[in-house]
């Protein structure tokens, strides 16, 4: 126990004892990881410049294709660089710094995802009231009040994990560090982190959830009065794969937290950490982008303006050379 107070660094888990596969792992997640960011940042910029996705819907897009590229980017690159380089150390510092980005950018998600849900119900079963109901300072609003009360939610539980004593061990049995891991090192007893996370879970996961399904139970009722035909199709095509995306989100991530709790890491609970942390930052670009036909028009019409721009600057480059050489050897 004395020495519990002297070290300030944290041993993460290998994802295998032979080279060749922390190789393979950490070229693979780099694939993934490289991947999910350029999506999410074409998403960003292209509605941002494009004008006609400038709406409710597209500005919770954006936002979420930011913080998806920022969720990632705590976790990925890190476990690569240690496979790369065959190390599992991180610093009390790096600990830190991750959990407290995962539960703000885990939270800040799970209130934009709910926020997605509320847009589609207002648009389909509220369209008379919809400009009323997600107004533009209502929008800007809430992401503000999401990014202020994640920062004090992550702060709250990242002081109150890091202030127990960690004695056991200092080899955290994840790939990254997240609190159920460390609450396992911890040589007090960690009941009241343990309350505090399954209260906060409840009421944050749950009511989300909760409103998420009920928001979708309601597009669907609305959907199947539609005639049979593109529309239907569309509504259809647009929600469930967002609805899948937060089960998978949300499922992983309580089941990581509230999960039975073991001295030793298994697979599951590694692959449930990569669902919760991983997948959805890369599912959320495909699934709005590939699926989306206003996001496509807008991708293509941004590479046909940069095309066309080109042509005019290789016209005018032509034009400029043709004319100095006339005007060198005399031809006018």
Do not use: W
Not at 211 to 219: L, N, P, T
Not at 253 to 274: E, F, K, N
């Amino acid at each position: 126990m004395s020495n519990s107070s002297t070290t300030t660094d944290f041993l993460l888990m290998e994802i295998s004892d032979m080279r060749d596969l922390q190789v393979f792992y950490a070229m693979f997640f780099s694939l993934i990881y490289l991947v999910t960011v350029m999506g999410n940042l074409v998403i960003a910029a292209v509605t941002t410049l494009d004008k006609s996705l400038h709406t409710p819907m597209y500005f919770f897009l954006r936002n979420l294709s930011i913080l998806d590229s920022c969720y990632i980017s705590v976790t990925v690159p890190k476990s690569c660089m240690n496979s790369l380089l065959g190390t599992s150390y991180i610093s009390r510092a790096g600990c830190v710094a991750q959990v407290f980005l995962v539960i703000f950018f885990a939270f800040v998600e799970v209130l934009f995802l709910t926020f997605m849900a509320h847009d589609r119900f207002a648009a389909i079963c509220r369209p008379l009231h919809y400009p009323v109901i997600m107004s533009p300072r209502l929008c800007v609003h809430s992401t503000l009040a999401s990014l202020l009360s994640g920062l004090i939610y992550a702060a709250l539980n990242t002081l109150n994990t890091f202030r127990l004593p960690f004695c056991h061990s200092h080899a955290v049995q994840q790939l990254f560090c997240d609190i159920p891991s460390l609450l396992k090192l911890s040589c007090s007893d960690p009941f009241s982190n343990k309350i505090t996370i399954l209260v906060s879970s409840v009421v944050i996961c749950g009511g989300s959830f909760t409103y998420i399904i009920k928001s979708y139970i309601y597009i669907f009722s609305t959907v199947l009065r539609f005639p049979v035909g593109a529309g239907r199709k569309k509504a259809f095509s647009t929600c469930v794969p967002h609805i899948l995306v937060v089960l998978v989100f949300l499922s992983s991530g309580v089941y990581v937290y509230l999960g039975p709790s073991a001295i030793s890491a298994s697979t599951r609970d590694v692959i449930m950490s990569v669902f919760y942390s991983v997948i959805p930052p890369l599912f959320n670009p495909i699934i709005y982008s590939l699926r989306n036909e206003q996001i496509k028009c807008a991708i293509r019409k941004l590479m046909k303006r940069r095309y066309n721009s080109g042509n005019v600057f290789r016209t005018k480059e032509t034009f400029s050379i043709q004319f100095g050489r006339s005007y060198v050897f005399g031809n006018k």
